[in-house]
């Protein structure tokens, strides 16, 4: 059964850095993408970043380039969102998502989602 698990948020100072991570289990990174999602208090659930064993690709939304790093260690069944020079507005409950393959824009693409962690990034 896929599984997944999220772990790795807190509190930050704005300007500061978190790595968040996510643990696979029941699958290999191999085969599948993995995305991370964030949703914010009122708002929409949204991408964030992902990351595709089989394409060899990675993506990242406009408003997290250049401070987002998102990475996989496939001998540890393990992807990695090293997240740098925090915002406030960074603050939200993390998910990663899987789906086979490829990364897909679409929420409703992935087929089963970790519990979350929450970062939030505040003085």
């Known amino acids: 059964q896929l599984q997944l698990v999220e772990s790795g948020g807190g509190l930050v100072q704005p300007g500061g850095s978190l790595r968040l991570s996510c643990a696979a289990s029941?699958?290999?990174?191999?085969?599948?993408?993995i995305g991370w999602f964030r949703q914010a208090p009122g708002k929409e659930r949204e991408g964030v970043s992902c990351?595709?064993?089989?394409?060899?690709?990675?993506n990242y939304v406009d408003s997290v380039k250049g401070r987002f790093t998102i990475s996989s260690d496939n001998a540890k069944n393990t992807v990695y969102l090293q997240m740098n020079s925090l915002k406030p507005e960074d603050t939200a409950v993390y998910y990663c998502?899987?789906?086979?393959?490829?990364?897909?824009?679409?929420?409703?693409?992935?087929?089963?989602w970790g519990q979350g962690t929450q970062v939030t990034v505040s003085s």
């Open positions: 998502a899987v789906r086979r393959a490829f990364c897909r824009r679409s929420i409703s693409e992935y087929d089963r």
């Open positions: 029941g699958f290999t990174l191999d085969y599948y993408a």
């Open positions: 990351i595709s064993s089989s394409a060899g690709s990675t």
